[in-house]
């Protein structure tokens, strides 16, 4: 897995479920994946420890770590372990 981005969470986030990572205004997220396909809206990235789905419209890009885009397909899901 390639880091690709790091941005700044412009508004505070809950996903619908725990495929989707939380994180408030202001915080640092990292990005590793951008999905293509139905859901070019999200990318999926990590919040301290915590990894998951998130809209790309709440973050603001501000360090790029590689030229390379990793695109996954929308079929391809991450799952929820308890």
């Not at 508004?11 to 990572?21: I, L, N, T």
Request: overall charge negative.
């Amino acid at each position: 897995t390639v880091l690709m981005c790091r941005g700044k969470a412009m508004q505070d986030f809950k996903g619908p479920d725990c495929r989707f990572v939380n994180f408030k205004k202001g915080e640092a997220v990292y990005v590793y994946y951008k999905l293509i396909g139905k859901s070019t809206e999200l990318w999926a990235g990590s919040v301290g420890s915590d990894f998951g789905y998130f809209p790309k419209d709440l973050l603001e890009i501000n360090h790029n770590y590689s030229n390379e885009e990793l695109e996954l397909p929308t079929d391809v899901s991450l799952f929820c372990y308890f």
